[in-house]
């Protein structure tokens, strides 16, 4: 990336996407699916999945699981959509089970897409998408599937002609490892009929125009050029280089190292089932007395660490581990021998060394 800004007209510009899409459908798992690409965030990806394919006025079927699944659902309502929601408590996954007898109740087809989030980055919970689907076929429903993979895409299996996905979107800025900016999402052939014969009034998300224009690798507006280049790089890092599978495998091992601190602090994980634990995030709830802000801020000034702070309701009671990326061994125990330091100083029941004695225990075992 960090190199002079090409003219995107160009045909060294145009050989770019043609690399980028075969690498970023492995990704996402699909063979069929289509690849758009937006100068954006993950927010804007969500609103270019559902402008594209939904109707003004449009029922959605919504998850609130965490603050991302809920913000989901907003966005639709602030889109003009109509937002059925199905709220659990935070740190619960996607319950397919909910969703299968709601759309079982709604005999008229009334609901036109299902969203969820794969990878709930405010509680750590990672839902199982496959089970969405299975409970939407069960239904006997043809409601859409639109997922969120901001926090889990690139860093543990996404299979989205395997799970029957329709929209999933993500950002630049997690498991693709570059800075924020830029928004993917990949269409399968019922959501992209969708979005040519109907959608919603919209212009710079259009995915129409994205499309036409990629087939000879060029884009209808001046694209984030720089971060096309990046992108590339992260790819072929991720897909060639390490390979898919073992950069799964490797995010499962980080996750193991944090998870066995925590458990050897004392603490609780927000996710209520270890089997939904996400291995890119860890949400923790603070010991008694303790405020996230607090954690956060001594972590920061003593140690130059970052953590994530509590989302929403989970603010002041729940502090965010994230691992997910470029990271290794060395750096998880870092941050477990960071967080520790400060749980300890600020008179947590903490032993020192403990955490980072289970993460080191469970790196040389596994
Ligand atoms: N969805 C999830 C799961 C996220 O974690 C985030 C951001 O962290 C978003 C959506 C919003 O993405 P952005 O902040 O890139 O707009």
Request: with cysteine; hydrophobic share 45%.
């Amino acid at each position: 990336m960090d190199r002079a800004v090409v003219d995107h007209r160009s045909d060294e510009f145009a050989q770019l996407l043609p690399r980028i899409a075969p690498l970023l459908k492995q990704v996402f798992g699909t063979k069929d699916g289509h690849i758009v690409v937006f100068s954006g965030s993950g927010t804007g990806a969500w609103e270019s999945a559902m402008v594209n394919t939904l109707k003004q006025g449009d029922c959605v079927l919504s998850v609130a699981n965490g603050h991302f699944g809920a913000g989901f659902g907003l966005s639709g309502r602030r889109l003009g959509f109509e937002v059925q929601e199905i709220v659990v408590p935070w740190g619960a996954e996607v319950p397919a089970d909910l969703i299968e007898d709601r759309l079982k109740a709604d005999k008229n087809g009334v609901i036109k897409a299902v969203l969820v989030v794969h990878n709930e980055t405010s509680t750590g919970v990672t839902s199982d998408i496959g089970a969405v689907r299975r409970a939407m076929d069960a239904a006997g429903h043809d409601a859409l599937l639109i997922v969120d993979a901001v926090s889990s895409l690139a860093s543990m299996p996404f299979e989205f002609d395997e799970w029957g996905v329709d929209v999933a979107l993500c950002g630049s800025q997690k498991g693709l490892m570059l800075p924020p900016g830029q928004a993917y999402l990949c269409a399968s052939a019922r959501a992209l009929e969708a979005s040519k014969t109907g959608g919603s009034p919209r212009n710079y998300f259009e995915w129409g125009n994205q499309l036409r224009e990629n087939i000879t690798g060029k884009f209808p507006y001046t694209p984030n050029t720089l971060m096309l280049f990046g992108l590339r790089e992260a790819l072929i890092m991720l897909v060639e280089e390490e390979g898919l599978d073992n950069v799964y495998a490797r995010h499962r091992r980080m996750a193991g190292g944090v998870w066995a601190a925590v458990e050897a602090w004392g603490l609780k994980f927000m996710c209520q089932k270890p089997r939904f634990r996400s291995t890119t995030v860890t949400t923790v709830m603070t010991p008694e007395g303790i405020k996230g802000a607090d954690l956060l801020a001594r972590t920061r000034n003593r140690f130059n660490l970052v953590l994530g702070t509590g989302i929403g309701d989970s603010a002041a009671k729940a502090f965010r581990m994230g691992h997910l990326g470029a990271l290794n061994e060395l750096e998880v125990i870092g941050m477990v021998a960071g967080v520790e330091m400060a749980l300890h100083e600020m008179g947590a029941p903490v032993k020192l060394g403990s955490g980072v004695a289970a993460a080191e225990e469970h790196f040389s075992a596994s």
